[in-house]
């Protein structure tokens, strides 16, 4: 009998430490709470304004190595998305761009001339802050809602792209909200 109660003891010791060890690997590798909503304060003649926000619950701080607005038709793919920019001669073959590329690509507004779609840069992020430690961060820009067709609805993905250690593999981070443009 003494055999058993020792066993159960020592079994429950190790799943103990076992739990407290995942426990700290989950709050250490937690990933970023991304937040995006559209609004509009006002009737039509106030400007549509994006909200972003990210919150790192985690312990150990995050780089943000890039944060754009993706806006386009809400029931398209996001890779179909992009690639209606792979179109513009003045990006040139960015689909083959490295991050830091890609950010000088990308690095002001750009509207697609059949108004369909836009790309967005949230400088706040990449370059202000860089990096979040455990804390909540946010940023709010006005949407040029002129120069997206009225009349339709469209996603707007809030991307954070993030190149983690060790390895500086690339982790993408993405929510989205809805934006209805009324018809004219």
Not at 143 to 160: M, N, S
Request: hydrophobic share 45%; net charge positive.
């Amino acid at each position: 009998m003494e055999n058993i109660v020792a066993l159960v003891a020592v079994t429950g010791g190790l799943l103990g430490v076992l739990a407290f060890v995942w426990q700290a690997l989950t709050t250490w590798r937690s990933e970023l709470q991304l937040h995006v909503a559209v609004e509009r304060s006002g009737g039509k003649s106030f400007p549509i304004t994006v909200r972003t926000s990210l919150e790192n619950a985690g312990l150990g701080r995050k780089r943000l190595d890039y944060a754009m607005l993706l806006i386009a038709p809400e029931h398209e793919l996001t890779n179909q998305s992009l690639l209606h920019f792979a179109q513009d001669p003045e990006l040139g073959a960015w689909a083959n761009l490295n991050l830091s590329e890609m950010r000088r690509a990308f690095d002001k507004p750009r509207y697609a001339q059949d108004e369909s779609h836009a790309i967005i840069p949230l400088p706040f992020y990449h370059r202000e802050q860089q990096t979040v430690g455990r804390q909540h961060i946010a940023y709010r820009c006005v949407l040029d809602a002129a120069r997206l067709k009225p009349g339709h609805a469209y996603a707007v993905k809030f991307f954070v792209l993030e190149q983690a250690p060790p390895l500086r593999r690339l982790r993408v981070h993405v929510t989205q909200d809805l934006l209805a443009l009324e018809r004219e």
